[in-house]
């Protein structure tokens, strides 16, 4: 069992940048694949990125390569999203998730991911 709280969504203006946060309760989190998706207004929610449970390898969208980068830190618990050169489209609630299962092509989507956050509001402006 692990719960997920995000933080660090707001308000920015096309070209800019924020940096997500989620922390995870427990001591297990290096044992999870940890993911962040997006879900715009009356839209599906799309994978964003996913990194290993070593924080050794990485996925992305094509839609945020080379814009967004994810990391982790396995010591506070926290997997971070980077989002930079923000775009009106980038616009939705992020969630981020984590993955009990092994580290597969499959973490680009949404069926191995057993816990989700609550999300996040990040919203640019043009």
């Known amino acids: 069992q692990v719960q997920l709280v995000e933080s660090g969504g707001g308000l920015v203006q096309a070209g800019g940048s924020l940096t997500l946060s989620c922390a995870a309760s427990?001591?297990?989190?290096?044992?999870?694949?940890m993911g962040w998706f997006r879900q715009a207004p009356g839209k599906n929610r799309d994978f964003v990125a996913a990194?290993?449970?070593?924080?050794?390898?990485?996925y992305y969208a094509d839609s945020v390569k080379g814009r967004f980068t994810i990391s982790r830190d396995n010591a506070k618990n926290t997997v971070y999203l980077q989002m930079n050169s923000l775009k009106p489209e980038d616009t939705a609630v992020y969630y981020c998730?984590?993955?009990?299962?092994?580290?597969?092509?499959?973490?680009?989507?949404?069926?191995?991911?057993?816990?989700w956050g609550q999300g996040t509001q990040v919203t640019v402006s043009s």
């Open positions: 998730a984590a993955d009990p299962g092994p580290w597969t092509i499959l973490v680009i989507s949404r069926t191995p991911y057993d816990y």
């Open positions: 427990g001591r297990t989190f290096s044992t999870y694949t």
């Open positions: 990194i290993r449970k070593d924080g050794g390898s990485t």
